[in-house]
Nanobody
Framework: QVQLVESGGGLVQAGGSLRLSCAASGSFFSVSNMAWHRQTPGKAREPVASITRGGTITYADSAKGRFTISRDNAKNAVFLQMQDLNLEDTGVYYC??????????????WGQGTQVTVSS
């Protein structure tokens, strides 16, 4: 069974930093695009940042200049370094990835989500 396992969320004061991690596990052949999304209170889930296997990166406007996405292809992992966090960054952060299972087709997977809470 293919899973995306996230870690690194928590409580942080405004202006602080957090690093989120997500690793793919299970029987899969390859990982393509990886991304972070978030759902903040009262809003729909939205993309935060994405990175292709080759390293092409896209950021949401809210993340530009404060968040850095990176990945380790050898570990099938993606990271989100967040700094200068503010109250509006509070929410559940989800890892997302396109994986090709052994003998199967490409599919899109979501992690279970990790809570990020920014306090004043």
């Amino acid at each position: 069974q293919v899973q995306l396992v996230e870690s690194g969320g928590g409580l942080v004061q405004a202006g602080g930093s957090l690093r989120l991690s997500c690793a793919a596990s299970g029987s899969f052949f390859s990982v393509s695009n990886m991304a972070w999304h978030r759902q903040t209170p009262g809003k729909a889930r939205e993309p935060v940042a994405s990175i292709t296997r080759g390293g092409t990166i896209t950021y949401a406007d809210s993340a530009k200049g404060r968040f850095t996405i990176s990945r380790d292809n050898a570990k099938n992992a993606v990271f989100l370094q967040m700094q200068d966090l503010n109250l509006e960054d509070t929410g559940v952060y989800y890892c997302n990835a396109d994986l090709k299972a052994v003998g199967g087709a490409w599919q899109n997977y979501w992690g279970q989500g990790t809570q990020v809470t920014v306090s004043s």
